[in-house]
């Protein structure tokens, strides 16, 4: 399979997660109850087409954990009103090859969230991802997903031809070769708040902005008949 053919089937895998019943599209309701939710007397209360799902986090203040629950709609409005991802054409320039470098256990990065009212959370970065593009040197931070390195960045691109906020990549690490990271910005993706309204993403750090348009990866979400996700 060429580059530009398993380009093609990631972005089929892409377009069947975000539309899927508990995909980006889904979720309507972001709720937080303070107390580990009951989620049978949601699920109750939830449309028939409903999935309802726990969710905890880290208070920023209190740095107690919060509780809180997700109502994901397989019949939401935002899938009904899906058209496509709007995307560049695949360009093999823009797979970069970086230089990975660890550091000690348990270092975090603040990070702002783009709901939290300039509030920010400390997220775990294992280690810097240096290289140089178009003459400029970088240093970028990405943190933990899960295991995965996930890399919120922003560029030149962001409110005019891609996602206003900034878009993610994940990093890609190989087992053999601990020094070195790929970066393919062809599988730059519009975040989860691109998505729905609902969800809570973390910005771009000043580290991890960039002083060009990366003209590679997802552009926007694009919707049927002037669907507004702010709006529903």
Not at 59 to 75: F, K, M, Y
Not at 133 to 151: H, P, R, T, V, W
Not at 184 to 191: E, K
Not at 198 to 212: D, G, I, Q, V
């Amino acid at each position: 399979m060429s580059a530009a053919e398993d380009h093609a089937r990631w972005r089929e895998q892409r377009r069947s997660a975000v539309t899927a019943p508990t995909g980006n599209l889904a979720l309507i309701e972001t709720r937080w109850t303070g107390e580990v939710p009951d989620i049978e007397a949601a699920k109750r209360s939830a449309p028939s087409s409903a999935t309802v799902t726990p969710l905890q986090r880290t208070g920023i203040d209190s740095g107690l954990p919060e509780h809180g629950l997700r109502v994901w709609d397989a019949q939401s409005p935002a899938i009904n009103s899906f058209e496509k991802i709007d995307a560049y054409d695949y360009d093999p320039s823009w797979v970069i090859t970086a230089q990975f470098i660890p550091v000690g256990e348990g270092r975090t990065v603040p990070f702002e969230h783009i709901r939290d009212n300039g509030g920010t959370r400390n997220l775990v970065v294992p280690g810097d991802i240096v290289f140089t593009l178009d003459g400029n040197d970088y240093s970028l931070s990405a943190f933990d997903d899960g295991g995965q390195l996930l890399l919120v960045f922003a560029d030149q691109t962001n409110g005019s031809e891609t996602y206003g906020s900034g878009r993610f990549l994940f990093v890609d690490r190989s087992a053999e070769d601990s020094e070195n990271v790929t970066l393919d910005f062809n599988r730059a993706f519009v975040p989860p708040c691109g998505f729905s309204a609902k969800y809570n993403c973390p910005l771009p750090p000043a580290t991890n902005r960039f002083s060009l348009p990366i003209r590679a990866g997802e552009k926007n979400v694009v919707f049927r008949d002037d669907f507004d996700i702010y709006a529903a």
